[in-house]
């Protein structure tokens, strides 16, 4: 029984090896110098209060779950601006709503920087009669939005 699962466990090792899967550390392949990352809260110039903050939360957890987040004594850092939100109504009887987000981002490595990039998002909602109800859903898809945002911006800073 022992040989057995020996086998099967060696079988499957082999299996996944030759079908181009790969065991990784889990960190990023972010530039030299960038392997511990602080961010900053962004700079917003929006008029809505919290997209700044949810951006920031949001670039501070994709960097958590590939091992690089770091705190304030990082030698790398992503600073930026939420450049805009804006939102309205797509359909003429106004059910459903587009919310648009747009970044724009640095990479600074000992206060240099290493990279820059912007992203843009638009994500659609429904709307609903209680305007309350339409509020928050807008405020998920802005948190799906910035979530968004963040994953592409790491990918980005990812060196090939």
Known sequence: MVHLRAWGSAAVLVTA???????????A????GAERVYVPPLTNQTPDAEVGALV??????????????AGADAPA?????????QF??????????RLYLDVQVKLLVDGKVVAEQSARRQQDYLGEVDALASEGRRRLALRQ?????????VERFEAP
């Open 29 to 32: 392949r972010l530039p030299p």
């Open 88 to 97: 309205g109504a797509v359909t003429p009887e106004a059910s459903t709503y």
């Open 77 to 85: 850092r992503i600073e930026g601006t939420v450049v805009r939100t």
């Open 56 to 69: 920031t939360g949001a670039l501070r957890e994709e960097l958590a779950r590939r091992g690089n987040a």
């Open 17 to 27: 090896m030759g079908c181009g899967y790969a065991f990784t550390a889990g960190k």
């Open 145 to 153: 939005a910035a979530n968004e945002v963040a994953r592409e911006i």
